[in-house]
């Protein structure tokens, strides 16, 4: 591996491997919302399984990161976060409630979880310092092209075998469940056949709490804006979710399943095509500069939805340019989070300072998602969305003073 070229063998096998990982997990994501609805399940409960699911791997990545700084075996970890992310989709195949599909998603988000701090410090470590911002940019381009890619078979399927349910209406999206395990298992097998392992040295000294407590003062403020945002930074199937709902009046379910299905590809296009341009212009000008433009992208995508379901609009063109917003800002935000904390944080424990952004982040949308989905159903969708903008709104401010 030639660390010193941005588009090494790491960086390409990490992004093959996020793009099956991804296309297995937008898939399901895809088709979750419109499945749960058939089968009666409400959006509080959509927020919650969200929410619970983030907050379980949260919890994982806080520790992955400090198992992988002290022992090493960075590959091994993460390749076994891939398979447990793979298979769960599957669960969601065999669910008559709620239950099931809560413990798949738990299942996967521990997978996911597990492996991303893991991943990114690996991601790290692989390049040099000052094009660190284009192999983030790449490798989530190259994640989020499973992002296009899985969504398109999954409103393929729906469509293809729609006619064929047979009375249950649940049918096409219980097979559209199995079909993410190829993909899944791939993953697995791409980032064990085509990732290096990158030069770790194993830290059987190091403790937790005392790493923690000696951090950087400039990443611990880093992370109260990343925080303070994530309380309004929801999990995406609430988006799809709201364009459903906007549409079903107007289109039926299905259709209107469907057509919110198309919105959140063109949003994943947008996140893809956005992602490099995003970390390689954060090279040139500071990541936080371009970090605050991106947190403002996001007010106004949540400001758009409030206005959305306060007007009862259901007009296509803008419902597509607010999933066009959620694409640059989502970019920008998985980008530059990870690169910034790649700056300010030395290789040694650059993995549990990965796993602590992403527990705030988890954190974050554990609340998000939650309260978005209770606040939606015991209030409004327009206060609903108006919270999210408003928690994003302080946390874009925080992002400004750094």
């Avoid at 296009?148 to 999954?154: K, M, T």
């Avoid at 935000?333 to 796993?355: K, N, W, Y």
């Avoid at 989905?373 to 919270?387: D, E, K, N, Q, R």
């Amino acid at each position: 591996m030639n660390k010193r070229s941005w588009l090494n063998r790491n960086v390409i096998g990490m992004s093959v491997t996020s793009f099956l990982s991804d296309a297995s997990h937008e898939m399901a994501t895809t088709v979750l919302p419109g499945f749960l609805a058939v089968i009666g399940v409400p959006a509080s409960l959509l927020g919650l399984i969200e929410g619970v699911a983030d907050a379980a791997s949260s919890f994982v990545k806080l520790w992955a990161g400090w198992i992988a700084d002290r022992w090493g075996h960075h590959k091994l970890l993460t390749t076994a976060g891939y398979f447990l992310a793979g298979i769960s989709q599957a669960v969601f195949a065999f669910a008559a409630g709620w239950p099931l599909v809560f413990v798949g998603r738990t299942i996967g988000w521990l997978g996911r979880g597990f492996k991303g701090p893991i991943r990114d410090a690996m991601l790290a470590d692989s390049v040099e310092p000052q094009v660190r911002g284009k192999a983030f940019g790449f490798h989530r381009a190259g994640d989020t092209l499973g992002g296009i890619v899985g969504p398109i078979i999954g409103v393929w399927l729906l469509s293809l075998w729609h006619d064929t349910a047979l009375g249950d209406a649940s049918q096409p999206f219980r097979r559209i469940f199995l079909v993410t395990l190829i993909p899944g298992v791939l993953a697995a097998v791409a980032f064990a056949v085509m990732v290096a392992r990158t030069r770790q040295t194993a830290n059987h000294e190091l403790r937790f709490w005392p790493t923690f407590r000696n951090l950087p003062k400039s990443f611990r403020r880093f992370l109260v804006a990343v925080g303070v945002f994530g309380m309004g930074d929801f999990a995406p199937t609430l988006l799809i979710l709201a364009a459903t709902t906007l549409l079903t009046p107007q289109f039926g379910v299905v259709h209107a399943a469907q057509l919110a299905g198309i919105m959140y590809i063109v949003r994943n296009v947008v996140y893809a095509a956005m992602s490099f341009p995003i970390g390689a212009l954060s090279d040139r000008i500071g990541r936080k500069h371009v970090l605050f433009v991106g947190y403002l992208l996001a007010v106004l995508t949540m400001a758009g939805f409030a206005v959305a379901f306060a007007l009862h609009w259901s007009n296509l063109p803008f419902l597509f340019l607010l999933f066009i917003l959620a694409g640059c800002f989502i970019a920008a935000e998985d980008t530059l989070e990870s690169a910034v904390t790649a700056d300010l944080i030395p290789s040694g424990t650059r993995g549990i300072s990965m796993g602590i952004l992403g527990t705030v982040n988890g954190i974050g949308d554990f609340g998000a998602s939650f309260l978005v989905g209770l606040i939606w159903t015991t209030v409004s969708p327009v206060a609903a969305f108006t919270y999210a903008g408003l928690a994003m709104l302080a946390g874009t401010i925080i992002v400004s003073t750094l």
